[in-house]
């Protein structure tokens, strides 16, 4: 199955009314499945991880609204619509609360296909590849020899550019080890550029470059721009 089918619920006692929200659904292109209550909704929950659920809020043994409460509670970027002839303006008010999609019957198909189209863009979100999840970083090459200059600090004590460039070589090596952290990513470039911005001159790597070197190879291998390479402009 394609990554962007998503999973629907619909739960309806009305037979007539779960092969409408299936004639409405289907064609999206995604896998829609129907149950007739919700203890037969529930059994799902272990095959499906379900991006969407279209709710009847009179259903046999449970009111939908609870229903919808409990499923938002164990899938929190589940989208949910009741769907409901009563039209109640508390009811209407505590669906806000749970963060459910009121629909009125009779509704509009407009308003099925927005919940699906919100479900489609979480679930979107999900599939980012990690390269592209991992947030540029500015580009400073072209101002980086200069930034001492810019800024004219004062020294800072031995110990703590000792501490600086210690916190440099931890992160890089966590990156080296462990691939595209987007924590140690921010250590290691603001540390960098605080380095640089004091003017701060740190030993080579084993691999004989400067910091600023490795981790613009670092980035650059997961497919992100370099930052501080004068040539990354």
């Known amino acids: ?10 739960i309806d006692d009305d037979e007539g009314m779960r092969h409408l929200l299936f004639e409405l659904l289907a064609p999206l292109g995604h896998q829609v499945i129907m149950a007739s209550s919700a203890e037969e909704g529930l059994a799902q929950l272990p095959y499906y991880t379900f991006d969407a659920a279209f709710l009847d809020h009179n259903l046999p043994g449970m009111e939908g609204l ?5 499923l938002k509670k164990n899938n929190p970027d589940m989208k949910i619509a009741l769907v409901t002839g009563d039209t109640s303006p ?17 509704f509009e198909r407009l308003e099925v296909v927005r919940v699906v189209e919100e479900a489609e863009h979480e679930a979107a979100l999900e599939h980012v590849p990690t390269e592209q999840a991992l947030s540029p970083s500015p580009v400073v090459s072209e101002y980086f020899d ?19 460039g210690w916190h440099i070589q931890e992160a890089l090596g966590r990156m080296r080890m462990h691939g595209p952290s987007e924590g140690d990513r921010v250590i290691a470039y603001s540390a960098l550029l605080s380095a640089r911005v004091l ?17 613009d190879d670092l980035v650059e291998s997961w497919g992100c721009k370099p930052s501080f390479r004068v040539d990354a402009g």
Not at 1 to 10: A, C, Y
Not at 66 to 70: A, D, N, P, S, T
Not at 199 to 215: C, D, I, N, V
Request: hydrophobic share 35%.
């Open 1 to 10: 199955m394609d990554e962007n089918t998503l999973h629907i619920l619909v």
């Open 66 to 70: 609870v229903l919808g409460e409990y």
């Open 90 to 106: 508390r009811l209407e008010r505590l669906c806000g609360e749970y963060d459910i999609t009121f629909i009125g019957k009779p």
């Open 146 to 164: 200069a930034l001492p200059d810019i800024f004219a600090l004062p020294s800072l004590p031995q110990r703590v550019q000792d501490q600086l």
């Open 199 to 215: 003017g701060l001159r740190l030993a080579k790597t084993r691999k004989g470059k400067t910091p600023w070197e490795e981790y």
